[in-house]
């Protein structure tokens, strides 16, 4: 183990899926961060190791991360093209 990282063995259950997901929804909405932005200040505020919340990231929570990547063009659009 190096330094402080907290390495755990069993994956987070849904219900603490769901907490995470409840608490990220409401800093971005209390604030003007992005899910990114708001999941790594929780990691800040909580001491939450980033990759421990990593694992925490629902269906629901990564949808909204990849919209919100989306629309601030950080992500190409998934949709098939034909070549032109």
């Known amino acids: 183990m190096k330094g ?3 390495w755990y063995t069993t994956m987070p ?3 603490e ?13 209390e604030t003007d ?8 200040e929780y990691c800040k505020l909580t001491g939450l190791e980033i ?13 909204k991360i990849e ?6 063009n950080l992500l190409k659009d998934k949709s098939p ?3 032109i």
């Open 67 to 72: 919209n919100d990547a989306m629309e601030r």
């Open 13 to 15: 259950t849904k219900d």
């Open 33 to 40: 961060y992005n899910y990114i932005e708001a999941i790594t």
């Open 51 to 63: 990759e421990v919340a990593a694992t925490l990231v629902n269906a629901n929570l990564k949808a």
């Open 4 to 6: 402080n990282c907290i």
């Open 81 to 83: 093209r034909l070549p």
């Open 17 to 29: 899926m769901m907490k995470f997901a409840k608490e990220i929804d409401k800093l971005v909405s």
